[in-house]
């Protein structure tokens, strides 16, 4: 299911998906300051073009509770949204559940990205 999944979740949202996340990540990249924030961004991405395969693991610090709130006000909130709409839209048919169910996990990350880390499964 991994190659396959990948392959129609790229051509059905995952595009769109990756490609708000490489937006996200640039306009980080502007400042020096957000470097390193834009460099999660840029990994992010990776898991949102090709999601299946792959896990999400949470932890993390206070560090990354401060940058994960910062996060959340200026830039989590839409990529949530968005996420949110597209796994909607993709639950609507039968089919499309299992892609939803990915677009609900990039939500997630989408409000918490920093001390997470992506493993393959």
């Given amino acids: 299911m991994g190659c396959l999944g990948n392959?129609?979740?790229f051509i059905c949202?995952?595009?769109i998906s990756g490609l708000s996340w490489i937006v996200a990540?640039?306009?980080w990249c502007i400042t020096v300051v957000g470097i390193p924030v834009g460099v999660q961004c840029f990994k992010m991405a990776g898991l949102a073009f090709f999601p299946f395969g792959k896990e999400?693991?949470?932890g993390g610090g206070t560090l990354s509770l401060i940058i994960n709130i910062i996060w959340i006000v200026v830039s989590g909130i839409p990529l949530a949204v968005e996420h949110?709409?597209?796994g909607g839209l993709l639950c609507i048919?039968?089919?499309g559940i299992p892609f939803g169910m990915q677009q609900f996990k990039m939500a997630k990350l989408?409000?918490?990205p920093f001390g997470s880390e992506?493993?393959?499964k």
Avoid: K, S
Wanted: charged fraction near 5%.
């Fill in 7 to 9: 392959l129609i979740w």
């Fill in 13 to 15: 949202g995952g595009f």
């Fill in 25 to 27: 990540g640039c306009l």
């Fill in 56 to 58: 999400v693991v949470y």
């Fill in 84 to 86: 949110l709409a597209l």
């Fill in 93 to 95: 048919t039968i089919v």
């Fill in 110 to 112: 989408a409000l918490m």
């Fill in 118 to 120: 992506v493993r393959m």
